[in-house]
């Protein structure tokens, strides 16, 4: 098989029209000028959008061939395989296949093992870099969002007083502190990694009954036990460091930490766990779940007003069946 094809030297502009033919494994050109050359040493280049061929020679020379048809089935009777990374780089089918592979590896890693490698390394993240993350937190809020508390001091030692009475639902049970804020964004409470639970001024007074507040601290209690925030925010730090080596993009790394501190916003799994654990809390301190009911029905009037934080708890109606449950397990018992 013979083709025709134009041979530049590299260092004039000037074509040489030749033929480009394959001898005995030795590849030969014939016409202006004179060439045998070994498909190792030269670089078949990618087509580019024409399909145009070209093969560059060491020395700066190249060959260009117009007919790519031609030229594919010479390379082959010459035996040349493209490099594979460039074979796949043209076949829809592989950018097809390796879309499959990704997503098949990403989705189940995101949503069975990342959640499960979040809450081991929050296990057992020193308590020291736990501190470290809810400090940076709550400085972070204190100038943008929060303003000290308007509550009297004697309000908020009643409430730290009367919590610290109660008895926890489990063993281990984890190290806590409560903060009041007054805030920008309205009813709201959670708990931060370092164990400060930090409660609004406009929730205390929204709730206006001590049971009520009880059972908020309990919940905010049992996201702490569980370590809920930290392993939203390591989980969002590693959606965002395999979004920056997939998609090049830092920025996702760089607002993973405070995007997951503002935003709060836990999986149903998470409030229900923590739901759990404050029923278990009043029912272990022989506090009526009225308290609770009346938050839930509260919070859930707040939530569809504002759509914000509380929205992401589960409906109150759920929330309640939950109680009500409860309340029937315990008459049982
Ligand atoms: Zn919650």
Redesign the pocket.
Known sequence: MIIQAAYFDGKTSRRHAVELMHRNGVMVLHGDVRRAFNLAEVVVLERAGNRTRKIAFSDGAYLEVSDAASFDALMAEAGYREPIAIRMHHSWRWILVAAVILIAIVVPGYLYGLPAASKMIAKRLPEAAQHAIGREALSFLDQRIFAPSTLSPERQQAIVDRFKTLRFPQAGAPQYEILFRKSGIGPNA?ALPSGQIVMTDELVKLLGDDDAVMGVLA??LG?LHERHLLRRVIQGSVVGLVTLVIFGDASSVVTAIPTAMLDMK?SRD??RE??SYAIAMMQANDIPLDGLKLTFEKLGKKSLQMGSYLSS?PPAAERLERIRLAERDSVGR
């Open positions: 959670f919940h905010e996201h836990y998470a409030e923590a739901d708890h």
